[in-house]
Every structure is written in C-alpha cells, then in structure tokens.
C-alpha cells in the first residue's frame, strides 16, 4: 500500500476562516477555497492541508469539534465539502484533514452524555477524577491559561483539558473511544481524503496517576502513546494509500524516530517544535527574545542529521500557531522580500515535507494591531488577562507588544488576494482586522511580476520536484557558530548542493570552498549572477555542482 509519494511533496497549508469568503459574511468558507484551487495549483504544490472545517463553536476556531462527522455551516455543507475534495483532485491536489483528536469540543454529544451522570455510558469517553483536597486532582496547568481540570456540577468531579475548559480531554484509555475514533477516520479515508495532519497527538495517552508537576513534563509522549499510533496504523491507516503528519509538540529527536520511523509502523511524519521554542522564556513565549542564529542551525541541523535514514520530518517556518516568519527572523520593512526569499531557500533545501502557509508565499507580515480588542485567538485574550489584568506581572503595554510579535492572530488575518475592498477576501466586513499592508502585498500583484516572492515560492518548489538531490540528499552544515550566515551543503552520489543564507541586514564575505568555484548558481535573490564572495543584506545563494 505504501509509496511514500508524501516525501516528494510540498504542503500549502489553508487556514478556511481567513482564506477565502465566497458569500460576504465576513468568514472564509469552503466554496471560496474552490474559488483559489487554480491559485494553489499554480504556486505548484501536491497537498492541502485543511485546518478544520467541522461542526464547532468556534472556542479556538475549530480546534474544537463537536461534530466530526458534520461541516460546520459558516464554512459550507458536507455537499460542498464533497465539490471540494472533487475539484481539488481534478486539479492533481491532494486533501489532507486536520484530526483534531486529543479533545472534543464540551459541546460534543459524547460530552453531553459523559458529563451527566457517573453512570452514563459515555462516562469513560473522557477524564473524570475526584478532587483532592478541596482542589483539583493534580496542579497542571492548561496550555491556554488556568488550571487543567475544571469541576462540573453534575456528579461535583472533575475533568482534565490540556487547551482550554472548552476543550476536554478525551479519554485513549478506554478502547471503546478509540475504535469510535478509527471509525470516523475511516468514514473520512472512505470519502476519498488522502491524509491527517493530527493535532497535539503526542498528547493523547496521559499517566493515569496523574502526578503532579509540570504537564508540559507529563502530557507529551505518555506511556501508551506508540501502542496507539500503531494500533490507529493496524486498524486504519494501512489500508489506505495516505499520507499522516503528527504534530507532537514536546518531542525529542529519539521520540519522533518512533513516530516517524521510516518502517512505517506508526506515523509518516512529524511536525515539531523545538526551532520554535528558541525565542521562549519564563512567561512561555511573551516577550522580546531573539533567536540566535547558532542555535536555530543547531537545532535544525541536529534534526536533519540525526533522522536522517531513520525518520521523516516536516520542514516548515509558518503555520496557524506561529507568527510571520520575515518578521519573525527577517526583516518586514526594507528587506521584506529579499529576507522571505532567503528564508524560503534556507527552509526548502533540507531533507522533509515542506509546508507553505497561506500568505508565506507573498511575505506577508506580522500585523499592527492596536489593542487587546484587535485580538480573536482565545490563547493570546488569556494569556493578556492572566498575565496583565489578573496577576499584574507584565505591563499593559509590554504585554501588547509581545503579542504584536508572537500572537497567532497575526498569521489568522485575511488572505491578500488583490489591493481592494478587503484584500479581496470577503464583500463584508471580516471576521478579524486586516493587515493594512495588503495594498502593496498580494497575490494579484505579486503573480503578475517575475521577481515576487510567489515567483520565487514556485520556483523552489519546481526545484525541489526536479531534483532528488533536494529530497534524498544527506546533509552538513558549515560555520556552526557563525551568527550571521546559515550555510549547508546536500550531497547525493555525485552532486552536491551549497546553500548560502545570509540571516542579517550587512554585507557578509562567504569564499566558497574550491570545488564550488564556477559552479552555477541554482536560485538566488541577488541581483547580481556571477558571485564574488559577498552576500548582500539578507542575500542567499544555492551552487550545484557535479563531480
Ligand atoms: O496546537 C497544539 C499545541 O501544542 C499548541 O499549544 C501550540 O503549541 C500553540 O498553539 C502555540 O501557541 C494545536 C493547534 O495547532 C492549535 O491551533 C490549537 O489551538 C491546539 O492544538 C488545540 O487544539
Ligand atoms: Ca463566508
């Protein structure tokens, strides 16, 4: 069954609520995402994945499902769905679902039902524990702020939600649970989807003595985690030709060897945090910390090195979760474009599944909100009220840049489809500000002229497609600890790749080793095609040679 076609592809990643809004309610839905596949199609891209599109209150935008079997109506009908997964195949683009799997929403029926009495058939479906001493079970705490257990009126126990109270845990242990969920996945495989991208799967099995600490500590790669994943490949996955991306936030380099194992048994590949933690600190990730550049190319090369023969990886700079990446470690003024090209070459020349998320191909940026009321995401309005309104231990207006710089919200605004209304993303008013920038930044711009940062997207991903050194090749990095250049080299039989990335806004000296001088010169975003030495602000250059 297996053809691993996943590892010659690139993913464009759709988040529906801001890609395309077909009816002018201000949301992006699913027949607007019909209305952009030619647009997809030409960035050249094989997958999509589609964050959720299924029945949800919308707590944190359909991460939380209470219906996995149902569309949710501001996106479409499932017969919209279905005209969706068509046309995408008519185009030769695959569909890959996010699976939203470690909780529900607490609007879910299962929930309804679990929640009412200690009895209920549906009891065990989720975590239920006593409290203990006048408190929750343990002291975890949820990832979007508060403790992880909430007490629920009717039988006075408690139950656990990593995320959000919205979002309550479902319970792996319980075997029933699991073959309802292998269920659904094979009712959405059956429609004809090609994959999963899992959410928080490396969640799923937690230590049932609940111990307490840091859940960040406790949660991630629980005790039965790998016989679940291999159960779900037995069960589900090995009948069908797809392709599985497990987000496993708080894995090692030794744990995604498993995940990801290149013998198939669990997942095909992971998706993984650590060159985003880099910029972290005492208050998770609010604050103003750089990354430094010696340890982002420790950190992605050690990934690249060491699952090298043995694992897959996704390569990836943006999604849903993250900030934009040109402002995030290039520059979104002067050098936007040369530094969303030198990022993009630095990221799609290493070994993994690249994923490309809206708006990255055009360089869009962070965006200037003005105040906590700019903000949707329900993880940035928390963390703004723990932090600053409850316990008073950042500024106000600390509090606000930090969120300028790291909240999701800046990569949720609307797609920048053209320099009208709206960006030309919805006739209404949209469901969150826009960038304003959109009047210069967009797609309709930006297709329309040889040297944009889409012409240069579409021309790493052609690269990548012709040549199996980009896929296949081994890989070694240079000047470790240099701090201003990223440079590596890809080598497969007789050809090798040098990949020169200057990270900063000054001219850098890079000579090239010997056996690459007159070699061609691949992709660049210099405007200058014979090299002399010298990369200029944020300037990068990919060499071939053939020996
Ligand atoms: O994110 C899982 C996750 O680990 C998050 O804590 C992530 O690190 C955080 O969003 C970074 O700020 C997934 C989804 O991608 C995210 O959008 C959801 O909110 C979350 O699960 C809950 O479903
Ligand atoms: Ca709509």
């Known amino acids: 069954?297996?053809?691993?076609?996943?590892?010659?592809?690139?993913?464009?990643?759709?988040?529906?609520?801001?890609?395309?809004?077909?009816?002018?309610?201000?949301?992006?839905?699913?027949?607007g995402i019909i209305s952009k596949l030619g647009y997809?199609?030409?960035?050249?891209?094989?997958?999509?994945?589609?964050?959720?599109?299924?029945?949800?209150?919308?707590?944190?935008?359909?991460?939380?499902?209470?219906?996995?079997?149902?569309?949710?109506?501001?996106?479409?009908?499932?017969?919209?769905?279905?005209?969706?997964?068509?046309?995408?195949?008519?185009?030769?683009?695959?569909?890959?679902?996010?699976?939203?799997?470690?909780?529900?929403?607490?609007?879910?029926?299962?929930?309804?039902?679990s929640r009412s009495a200690r009895e209920s058939a549906k009891r065990d479906y989720y975590i239920w524990r006593d409290g203990k001493n006048g408190g929750p079970p343990n002291n975890w705490k949820a990832w979007f702020g508060g403790p992880a257990w909430t007490q629920d009126k009717a039988t006075g126990q408690y139950y656990l939600h990593c995320f959000s109270p919205y979002q309550p845990d479902l319970n792996w242990e319980y075997p029933e649970l699991r073959a309802e969920i292998h269920d659904m996945?094979?009712?959405?495989?059956?429609?004809?989807?090609?994959?999963?991208?899992?959410?928080?799967?490396?969640?799923?099995?937690?230590?049932?003595?609940?111990?307490?600490?840091?859940?960040?500590?406790?949660?991630?790669?629980?005790?039965?985690?790998?016989?679940?994943?291999?159960?779900?490949?037995?069960?589900?996955?090995?009948?069908?030709?797809?392709?599985?991306?497990?987000?496993?936030?708080?894995?090692?380099?030794?744990?995604?060897?498993?995940?990801?194992?290149?013998?198939?048994?669990?997942?095909?590949?992971?998706?993984?945090?650590?060159?985003?933690?880099?910029?972290?600190?005492?208050?998770?990730k609010w604050n103003d910390r750089k990354i430094n550049l010696a340890e982002l190319k420790e950190v992605l090369s050690r990934w690249q090195n060491r699952l090298f023969n043995r694992a897959w990886n996704s390569l990836y700079w943006c999604n849903h979760d993250q900030p934009r990446i040109v402002s995030r470690l290039g520059d979104d003024g002067e050098y936007r474009e040369k530094s969303a090209k030198m990022l993009a070459t630095c990221?799609?020349?290493?070994?993994?599944?690249?994923?490309?998320?809206?708006?990255?191909?055009?360089?869009?940026?962070?965006?200037?909100?003005?105040?906590?009321?700019?903000?949707?995401?329900?993880?940035?309005?928390?963390?703004?009220?723990?932090?600053?309104v409850q316990e008073k231990r950042i500024a106000k207006e600390d509090m606000l840049r930090y969120l300028g710089r790291k909240s999701r919200d800046n990569s949720r605004t609307p797609m920048h489809w053209n320099g009208g209304t709206n960006a030309g993303f919805s006739d209404g008013k949209p469901w969150i500000m826009l960038n304003p920038n959109y009047v210069t930044i967009n797609a309709e711009e930006q297709m329309q002229r040889a040297g944009s940062v889409f012409a240069y997207y579409k021309?790493?991903?052609?690269?990548?497609?012709?040549?199996?050194?980009?896929?296949?090749?081994?890989?070694?990095?240079?000047?470790?600890?240099?701090?201003?250049?990223?440079?590596?080299?890809?080598?497969?039989?007789?050809?090798?790749?040098?990949?020169?990335?200057?990270?900063?806004?000054?001219?850098?000296?890079?000579?090239?080793?010997?056996?690459?001088?007159?070699?061609?010169?691949?992709i660049s975003n210099e405007e200058d095609p014979v090299y002399g030495g010298v990369l200029k602000a944020f300037g990068t250059a990919v060499f071939y040679i053939k020996k």
């Not at 090798?496 to 001088?517: D, H």
Request: proline share 4%; hydrophobic share 40%; charged share 25%.
């Open 1 to 31: 069954m297996k053809t691993e076609w996943w590892k010659r592809a690139v993913v464009y990643q759709i988040y529906p609520r801001s890609f395309c809004d077909s009816n002018g309610d201000g949301i992006g839905d699913l027949n």
């Open 347 to 388: 990221l799609h020349f290493m070994q993994g599944t690249p994923y490309v998320y809206q708006g990255e191909e055009l360089g869009m940026t962070n965006v200037p909100f003005a105040d906590i009321d700019d903000y949707r995401d329900l993880e940035s309005i928390n963390a703004y009220e723990s932090l600053v």
């Open 185 to 284: 996945m094979r009712w959405w495989l059956d429609k004809g989807i090609d994959g999963f991208r899992m959410d928080a799967i490396s969640f799923i099995s937690k230590p049932q003595d609940f111990p307490d600490g840091e859940a960040k500590q406790y949660v991630p790669n629980g005790p039965r985690i790998h016989e679940y994943m291999r159960e779900m490949r037995t069960e589900v996955l090995s009948r069908y030709d797809v392709m599985t991306v497990g987000e496993t936030g708080g894995v090692t380099v030794d744990d995604a060897i498993q995940y990801a194992a290149s013998d198939g048994s669990e997942l095909d590949m992971i998706f993984q945090f650590e060159q985003q933690e880099l910029d972290g600190g005492e208050t998770f």
């Open 40 to 113: 997809v199609k030409e960035l050249g891209v094989d997958v999509i994945w589609l964050s959720p599109v299924y029945q949800s209150p919308m707590r944190d935008n359909g991460y939380d499902i209470s219906d996995y079997r149902a569309i949710n109506p501001e996106f479409g009908t499932m017969e919209d769905f279905d005209r969706f997964l068509e046309q995408a195949h008519g185009f030769g683009l695959k569909i890959v679902m996010d699976l939203v799997v470690n909780h529900s929403s607490d609007e879910h029926l299962w929930f309804a039902e």
């Open 459 to 522: 021309n790493l991903i052609q690269l990548r497609k012709k040549m199996d050194i980009i896929t296949f090749g081994d890989y070694q990095l240079l000047l470790p600890n240099d701090q201003h250049l990223f440079v590596y080299t890809r080598s497969l039989l007789q050809e090798e790749l040098l990949v020169v990335c200057n990270f900063t806004p000054n001219e850098q000296n890079f000579a090239l080793p010997e056996r690459f001088c007159g070699a061609q010169v691949l």
